[in-house]
């Protein structure tokens, strides 16, 4: 949580982030990801200052339960001093003790935020999906909650200014809209009309940007003119060695011909999965993970 200090900004984990989407896609499968093409609504986890504080904290942690469809799962919600924004004893079950930052007793509008994270570690721990080492599990909680549905709380929790900024989770503001932008595309959903942070909005439009670009390089058809160039020039070099070799600064790959015709390797758009086709022209490929439906210029 960084709460009056430096928030950090663009993509430094933009490789672990792809890498959680596609974790999620192959442990979950696509048929559980469109289950989630609902988000949480503002309506569900409102807190008022009037709220008593712990049956409105049991409350919106219950609606996170609901939400990541944890029936069995029981959340019990207290408060105390500590450094992190909050904290989550991952047991046995069925419940679950989080810990929240004592600063949330008077910032009851981001309590919704850090549940959403500790509950999906909840989410993650039942399905035995993790990444080795604290900072990369912890930017698969993040991407997780968010492609799931309940991170745009996190990205919303995001306010800075000339004298003062706090942001929740792992993800710099960016990232978290990239995630958001990513689930956008997929479901046809605007989360932007949720925000009440100016910073959050900015943010998610930086993280669209990013998003659409991953739609729009070679070989897709979508690509650009300097990406198509480019990616002439790599293929002739590529058909022209027996070995062809990396090339720096691209998505894309090319595998040798051997006995059979050239290919290339590039990530699925909306997965990251990564793709296999031969080097033929015009090619209709689908992504066997997430199934999503590719055309291509190889």
């Not at 663009?10 to 559980?32: C, E, F, N, Q, W």
């Not at 609606?63 to 919600?77: F, K, Q, T, W």
């Not at 949330?104 to 035995?128: K, P, Q, S």
């Not at 909680?141 to 745009?152: E, K, N, R």
Request: glycine share 8%.
């Amino acid at each position: 949580m960084a709460n009056g200090g430096p928030v950090e900004h663009g993509y430094p984990h933009l490789d672990t982030v792809r890498a959680a989407i596609t974790a999620l896609y192959k442990r979950l499968s696509y048929d559980t990801i469109r289950t989630f093409a609902t988000s949480v609504v503002p309506a569900d986890v409102a807190f008022l200052d009037q709220d008593d504080l712990h049956l409105g904290a049991q409350r919106v942690a219950h609606e996170m339960v609901r939400h990541y469809r944890l029936p069995d799962a029981r959340v019990i919600v207290s408060f105390r001093e500590m450094t992190h924004a909050a904290n989550v004893e991952l047991a046995a079950g069925p419940e679950y003790f989080v810990e929240l930052n004592d600063r949330f007793r008077t910032h009851r509008r981001d309590i919704g935020a850090a549940l959403a994270h500790e509950v999906m570690h909840v989410y993650l721990h039942r399905l035995d999906l993790s990444f080795p080492g604290t900072r990369d599990n912890e930017i698969l909680t993040d991407t997780a909650a968010t492609y799931l549905g309940a991170g745009w709380l996190l990205l919303d929790a995001y306010r800075e200014d000339g004298a003062s900024s706090q942001k929740l989770g792992y993800l710099t503001p960016e990232e978290f809209g990239y995630v958001l932008a990513k689930r956008a595309l997929l479901f046809g959903e605007d989360p932007a009309i949720w925000f009440t942070s100016p910073q959050a909005y900015t943010a998610y439009t930086k993280g669209m940007a990013q998003a659409r670009r991953d739609e729009q390089q070679p070989p897709l058809t979508s690509a650009g003119w300097a990406g198509r160039r480019r990616y002439a020039r790599d293929r002739r070099h590529a058909q022209d060695h027996s070995a062809p070799g990396p090339h720096p600064g691209v998505a894309y790959s090319f595998t040798p011909a051997g006995r059979g015709p050239l290919g290339v390797c590039f990530p699925c758009p909306t997965c990251h999965q990564r793709i296999k086709v031969p080097v033929r022209g015009r090619v209709r490929a689908r992504c066997g993970l997430c199934r999503t439906v590719l055309e291509c210029d190889t």
